[in-house]
């Protein structure tokens, strides 16, 4: 069993997940099988939390109780398997 000491940030997490399912090269690296209904829905409609003047803040909208819990469990996956990885930082005696 594999954990992390803490979760992703939810910002890094949605952007790891947006680049599996398509990256800016235009490649895919995550294929969703047409059966997982309830996991299309999620990743069509989940939306990031809007502030009173309409700007997305850094919260996702969790306001339909049926969405965000199955596009959430696959994000921790894919943040946990490809997502964002500790850079090494450069000073003396480290190499990048």
Known sequence: MRQNKANPL???RVNTMNNMLKS???SRNILIHP???EL???LRQVRWRRDAAG???SELDK?????????DALSYLVA???????????????LQ
């Open 10 to 12: 939810v910002r890094d």
């Open 24 to 26: 800016v090269s235009g």
């Open 35 to 37: 059966k997982c209904k």
């Open 40 to 42: 299309i829905q999620d």
């Open 55 to 57: 700007n997305p803040t």
């Open 63 to 71: 306001s339909d109780p049926q969405r965000t819990h199955v596009s």
């Open 80 to 94: 946990q398997e490809w997502g964002l990885r500790p850079q090494a930082v450069a000073g003396p005696g480290i």
